[in-house]
């Protein structure tokens, strides 16, 4: 099946930096990317669609200043979290979207980047 | 707008006995529906899916769901739970023309005791 893989895996940073995730799809190309954010013990929220070679589309509520979404290639998406701040603090989980039955792209999910902001 | 409910948090069941995980949804118009199980410190795998045909879905190991138009609801069924079933199930609903954008329910902790 379709592989999304994400790295880094984990990452803690202190407050004031930048923190850049990458969601690469391994064996498709994925024309678009979506970034979901989760909280412990939470459903997950869509922050944005990634269109490659587009800019992104966010949802209602999340800063496009803040988080800095990329689609770059078929392959890769990322995610910067500029200027990083305790509240930050959260599991980013990307999907690509794939061709799949009757027409509808099915997204795979990659395994999610946790991070921490000290 | 589409919104997904899942009404239990937590589920525990003794091992080798059924279970049900209950979603409803709402919607105006067609959706397709969908259940994820997340392990911990995982991303998200597809159990299985919804997307026309036969109402009775069966997906990977051993779960299946029914959807239920005239109650709007894709609750999903076990007949004999494993210890590693335990994790946290998310039911998620995708309505067509909608970009393929998912919104995902609360989810339902599910605990599987000996």
């Known amino acids: 099946g379709a592989v999304v893989s994400q790295h880094p895996s984990w990452v803690i940073c202190k407050s004031g930096t930048s923190v850049k995730i990458e969601c690469r799809s391994l064996d498709f190309q994925a024309t678009t990317m979506f970034w979901y954010r989760q909280f412990p013990k939470q459903s997950l929220m869509l922050m944005a669609t990634?269109?490659?070679?587009?800019?992104?589309?966010?949802e209602q509520g999340v800063e496009k200043d803040k988080f800095l979404i990329n689609h770059a290639s078929l392959t890769l998406s990322t995610l910067t979290v500029t200027s990083a701040h305790p509240e930050d603090s959260s599991f980013y989980i990307c999907s690509a979207r794939d061709l799949g039955e009757l027409g509808y792209n099915e997204q795979f999910f990659g395994p999610g980047t946790r991070l921490t902001v000290l | 707008a589409q919104s997904v409910t899942q009404l239990d948090s937590q589920v525990p069941v003794f091992e080798e006995a059924p279970v049900e995980l209950r979603c409803n949804y709402s919607?105006?118009?067609?959706?397709?529906l969908f259940w994820y199980v997340q392990y911990p410190n995982q991303g998200l795998q597809l159990l299985l899916k919804y997307l026309s045909g036969s109402t009775l879905v069966k997906g990977i190991n051993g779960f299946e769901a029914e959807f239920n138009k005239s109650q709007t609801s894709f609750h999903l069924r076990k007949p004999s739970v494993h210890i590693s079933d335990t994790a946290e199930y998310f039911c998620?609903?995708?309505?067509?023309?909608?970009?393929?954008?998912?919104?995902f329910g609360t989810g339902t902790q599910l605990k599987v005791e000996l």
């Open positions: 998620a609903v995708s309505y067509t023309g909608g970009g393929n954008k998912l919104t």
């Open positions: 990634s269109n490659e070679g587009s800019k992104a589309t966010y």
């Open positions: 919607s105006s118009v067609s959706v397709y």
